[in-house]
Each structure stands twice: as structure tokens, then as C-alpha cells.
């Protein structure tokens, strides 16, 4: 399910407005709009804003299509160094899931996904990028 522009991490209430005017309203559209490196730095230019800010908003707009991926398991995800969909396809649950927990106690996180929540994030991600 998309999420609106103001929920993704990192996004702030201006650039959320200038893609708003550029059509692109939801998660679901900016992941559309910036699959490709090219795409990226031209979106990044039509804002006048760094590339790596529209880097960041892709890469969690990409990782948002994994359903239940959001908020502090977003946060955890990246912590554990998984910063989009061909990462998480890559990992090993167990070892992702174990890795998401200390980084949830290094940042005094009390929400950690379970590892069935994790099996099933890297299942969907493998499914996503078969599909691509």
C-alpha cells in the first residue's frame, strides 16, 4: 500500500510539495519515478536538491513495497546495512533478523520483528525483484 510523500523518512515539507506539484503524490509514484540512476539525477536537478536525498527517498520508497515494512523496522533495516529491495532479497533471515535485534538494543528499540516477519520481508523482496 503506498504511503504519503510527509510519512517517508527523511522528506521535508518542501520537497514533499515540489513532487506534489510534479504529480508524484505517494511512495508507490516516487519509487516509479526514480527506478533509474538517470531518472534520479534528473528529478534531483528539477528540485535543485543533492542527488543522495532522492537516493535516500527511493531507496526507502523501494523498500516501503515490501508490505510491512515501515516505520522502526525501516529504521532497523538500514541500521543492519539493507538499504533496498536487492539487499533484502540477498540476506539470510536468520541472520538479518539477529542483526536487526542489535541494532533495536544499540538504539534502545523495543520493536523487533520476528524472524517469520523477517523470512517473509525477504521472500517478498525476492518475489519483487523477480517480477521487475
Known amino acids: 500500500m503506498p504511503t504519503e510523500l510527509g510519512e517517508l523518512k527523511g522528506i521535508t515539507a518542501e520537497i514533499a510539495a515540489a513532487l506534489r506539484a510534479m ?11 526514480t527506478r533509474q540512476p538517470r531518472a534520479r539525477a534528473e528529478l534531483a536537478a528539477a528540485l535543485g536538491i543533492d542527488e543522495q536525498i532522492i537516493v535516500t527517498l527511493a531507496n526507502c520508497a523501494d523498500l516501503m513495497r515490501v508490505p510491512g515494512v515501515a516505520g522502526v523496522y525501516l529504521d532497523l533495516l538500514e541500521w543492519s546495512g539493507v538499504d533496498s529491495v536487492m539487499e533484502l532479497q540477498r540476506r539470510a533471515p536468520e541472520n538479518l533478523c539477529a542483526q536487526m535485534m542489535t541494532m533495536a538494543l544499540n538504539h534502545a528499540i523495543s520493536q523487533i520483528p520476528r524472524l517469520d516477519e523477517v523470512r517473509r520481508w525477504v521472500r517478498q523482496a525476492k518475489q519483487l525483484q523477480a517480477n521487475k
Open 23 to 33: 504529480q508524484i503524490t505517494d511512495s508507490s509514484r516516487l519509487y516509479a519515478a
